[in-house]
């Protein structure tokens, strides 16, 4: 079986949609502040078959300072499996916005092991304006499948990881947060967290890596603009952002770029600046 590329088009969806090893997932997930329910918008319309994957909830229940922190391999096993999911499934994952949240399931699915894994390039509102059909309503329960969980470590730092980095240089952070955030001139969404930096970090907002339509750009201008920020496949890379998700956007663009995808720091700001022994910028 060969590896799914890491976005597909809306055509290649239409085409594999009835395909029986074919899964498609709404993983669409909102900041507090846009006052959107995912899961009712979810009801309202998405891709016809599509399950709805929570990234609140497909997270570990046990860490309760930080949003969405990456679960136990065995918590995301079972929860993917109760969606019908095995290890032999392909898997396109989507959201409401268009490219946003969806490259956190398909980070995750890759951290533990899962390479058959493909994001919808422009998401539902491609999907829409193209005037393709959609379902409402709850989706039709599905017998439980196996899913076994492998993590792979590489992919995943912890704030002692990004300590060490900041001292050693070794690895190049990529912060995914808009400009004003990371350079301490427009606030954090979240109340109480000052706006700034990990030293020694770049600055590549997630939305420069997309296209007006909310696609991705292609692999040329990816490449340019990774490299801009420095970061051209010499030197190892890890992505951050707010709270690990759109981090999970620079990983995917590293990815289509044909670069190597690095590690992701899944704390992101939000943890580390809520330390008060970590060093910040500026």
């Known amino acids: ?36 329910n995912a899961r009712a918008r979810f009801a309202d319309a998405h891709i016809p078959g599509a399950r709805f994957f929570d ?36 898997v396109v994952v989507y959201d409401q916005k268009g490219l946003f949240s969806a490259a956190r399931a398909w980070w995750l699915f ?18 829409l304006r193209e005037g393709r059909a959609v379902e409402r309503g709850e989706p039709a329960p599905v017998a439980p499948a196996l899913f076994v969980a492998h993590l ?21 952070v990529l912060d995914a947060r ?25 600055n590549v907002p997630a939305s420069e890596l997309l296209l007006p339509d909310q696609t991705m750009l ?5 490449r340019a603009r990774f490299a801009q920020a420095g970061a051209d496949g010499s030197r190892p890379v ?13 990983s995917l663009g590293l990815r289509v770029a044909g670069l190597p995808q690095g590690a992701l720091y899944d704390g992101s700001w939000t943890e580390w600046a809520s330390h008060p022994e970590t060093p910040k910028a500026p």
């Open 1 to 36: 079986m060969s590896t799914m590329p890491p976005l597909v088009g809306t055509d290649w969806l239409a085409d594999a949609l009835d395909a029986p090893d074919l899964h498609v997932l709404d993983a669409s997930y909102y900041l507090p502040a846009e006052q959107q």
């Open 55 to 90: 990234i609140d909830d497909v997270a570990d229940p046990e860490e309760r300072s930080l949003p969405h922190m990456v679960p136990s391999p065995a918590r995301f096993g079972r929860l993917v499996g109760a969606m019908g999911i095995g290890n032999r499934c392909r």
């Open 110 to 127: 890759g951290l533990f092991g899962h390479d058959q894994v493909a994001v919808l390039d422009g998401g539902l509102p491609k999907w």
């Open 152 to 172: 792979r470590a590489a992919r995943l730092r912890g704030i002692g990881d990004m300590m060490a980095n900041v001292a050693s240089g070794a690895e190049h």
């Open 178 to 202: 808009p400009a004003g955030r990371f350079d301490g001139t427009a606030p954090e969404p979240r109340a109480g967290l000052r706006s700034g930096h990990i030293p020694g970090a770049a």
């Open 218 to 222: 292609p692999p040329e201008a990816l």
């Open 238 to 250: 890890v992505t951050s952002c707010g709270s690990g998700v759109t981090a999970a956007i620079l």
